[in-house]
Nanobody, 121 residues
Framework: QLQLVESGGGLVQAGGSLRLSCAAS????????MGWYRQAPGKQRELVAH???????DYADSVKGRFTISRDNAKNTVFLQMNSLKPEDTAVYYC???????????????WGQGTQVTVSS
């Protein structure tokens, strides 16, 4: 069984900070890219940040300079440090991880359960 568990969401005032975590566990051989997406009510899910297996990062223009994605390969965990939060950052945040399972030669995409981030003005 393979599981992604997210934590760290919550309610914060504009200008505040939150740190999201997403830990993968189970029958894992290797983890490739990891990322964070978000979905606000009535909107499509969008990519927030992405980190490759080598540590290269990409960010949506709307979060550049405010959010930082990182990963701990030893713990199969990806983080999203969110600073200077704005009300428009309010959304459900999902982690997305590309995993090769043990005894498998294919890479599959797995999603976390989602964590609510609400930024009040």
């Amino acid at each position: 069984q393979l599981q992604l568990v997210e934590s760290g969401g919550g309610l914060v005032q504009a200008g505040g900070s939150l740190r999201l975590s997403c830990a993968a566990s189970g029958s894992i051989f290797s983890i490739n890219a990891m990322g964070w997406y978000r979905q606000a009510p009535g909107k499509q899910r969008e990519l927030v940040a992405h980190i490759s297996s080598g540590g290269s990062t990409d960010y949506a223009d709307s979060v550049k300079g405010r959010f930082t994605i990182s990963r701990d390969n030893a713990k199969n965990t990806v983080f999203l440090q969110m600073n200077s939060l704005k009300p428009e950052d309010t959304a459900v945040y999902y982690c997305n991880v590309l995993i090769v399972r043990r005894y498998s030669s294919t890479t599959n995409t797995y999603w976390g359960q989602g964590t609510q981030v609400t930024v009040s003005s």
